[in-house]
């Protein structure tokens, strides 16, 4: 399908600025667009593009009009316009378009309107999966597990028995979710392995990245709220709670019993320490390890920038000497009160 400049507009709720024909079927970067292709201006370093670029429209702030005479599309932020836009014009592919002959359905599932089922699917019985899902090929589905309505899981997802996931979720390939939380006890030098009985259950509008682990609750759930957007090779142990809107980025570990709040943000490679609450409004940088409860919302670090190797070796000398230099502190300050 093709868009012209009034279409465009109505459908990101921006407002039209031009009179050049436009016919657009897909999007591209500044530099790279050609006919038929729209693209945006969010980041003022790239404004020098704009002069140069041959599509057909651009996604921009009014006060960058100055710079540019082709058709616009105004908005105050032009990066939601863009994502407003890839989702009008997104050309990706169902994970599944039919109902494979191969896919296994036992007789006791119940699927609804639309639902799609791709090559070597296992649907096991009391599964139940709401209208318009998509399975990708050579998924799992395990017993009495519920799936919303307009969800889509890739290829080779597996969900384990008794799960809840709601409507309008995506699934990337290669997921479990619902398998055992680390629950042992030791006993006699060796460990006694505590089944897992709980649950997970997943808000609606969710979206979980490829090779990421969401571990069933030892006994009460494991909970993923509403909107949550989780990365690839993320692992969310047992019995965590993430609130709604939350957003992980790739690598990040959540040890068992961790609650977080609403609209927090965690960047790559973050590791959070067991049994600890997290507020709403809470941004972790990546690579930050917590250990503490967070009862403030705000922004927390502990990552180490890299730097030379040189002034490192250097900084871990001095690092060492910490409680020395703090005793000698210390007493430099007693004999200055005396």
Same mark, same amino acid.
């Given at each position: ?11 990101? #709720? ?21 006919? #038929? ?9 790239? @404004? ?6 041959? /599509?057909? %429209?651009?996604?921009? @702030? ?18 939601? #316009? =863009? /994502? ?10 169902? *994970? ?5 002959? *191969? ?10 309107? +639309? ?16 209208? +318009? ?23 080779? %997802?597996?969900? =384990? ?9 995506? !699934?990337?390939?290669?997921?479990? !979710? ?5 629950? =042992? /006890?030791? $006993? ?10 709980? @649950? ?6 969710? $979206?979980?990245?490829? *090779?990421?682990?969401?571990? &069933? ?5 494991? !909970? ?17 709670? !993430? ?7 790739? /690598? ?10 609403? +609209? ?35 922004? =927390? ?11 490192? &070796?250097?900084?871990?000398? &001095? ?8 005793? @000698? ?10």
């Amino acid at each position: 399908m093709k868009w012209n400049l009034a279409e465009l507009a109505k459908a990101i #709720g921006a407002q039209a600025h031009g009179s050049a024909p436009c016919a657009v079927v897909s999007i591209a970067t500044l530099e790279s667009a050609q006919s #038929g292709q729209a693209s945006f201006l969010s980041n003022p370093k790239f @404004r020098d593009q704009l002069s140069s670029t041959h /599509a057909d %429209v651009v996604i921009m @702030r009014e006060q960058d009009l100055g710079e540019y005479s082709g058709n616009a599309l105004l908005m105050a932020d032009p990066y939601i #316009g =863009y /994502a407003k836009l890839a989702q009008l014009l997104d050309s990706t592919p169902a *994970s599944a378009d039919m109902v494979h002959p *191969s896919a296994f359905i036992d007789p006791l599932a119940t699927l609804g309107k +639309n639902v799609a089922i791709a090559a070597n699917a296992v649907i096991e019985s009391g599964v139940v999966i709401g209208d +318009n899902t998509q399975i990708g090929a050579g998924c799992f589905i395990g017993k009495n597990t519920q799936i919303g309505a307009n969800t889509k899981l890739w290829a080779n %997802v597996s969900i =384990y028995h008794n799960i809840v996931i709601g409507d309008g979720c995506i !699934i990337h390939s290669a997921t479990v !979710i619902g398998s055992d939380g680390f629950g =042992y /006890a030791p $006993e006699s030098g060796q460990w006694l392995k505590i089944p897992q009985t709980g @649950r997970v259950v997943i808000g609606s509008h969710t $979206e979980i990245g490829a *090779s990421t682990t969401i571990d &069933r609750g030892a006994l009460d759930d494991t !909970i993923i709220g509403d909107g949550v957007i989780i990365d690839n090779q993320v692992h969310i142990a047992h019995n965590v709670n !993430i609130g709604d809107y939350t957003a992980i980025a790739g /690598a990040t570990t959540f040890a068992g019993s961790v609650t977080v709040g609403k +609209n927090c943000i965690f960047g790559g490679a973050c590791a959070i320490n067991g049994h600890l609450n997290i507020c709403d409004g809470v941004t972790i940088t990546g690579m930050t390890m917590i250990i503490n409860h967070i009862t403030e919302a705000g922004v =927390y670090s502990s990552g180490m920038p890299a730097q030379s190797n040189r002034d490192w &070796r250097k900084n871990a000398a &001095r690092y060492r000497q910490l409680g020395d230099m703090a005793k @000698r502190i210390k007493q430099l300050e007693n004999q200055l009160k005396n």
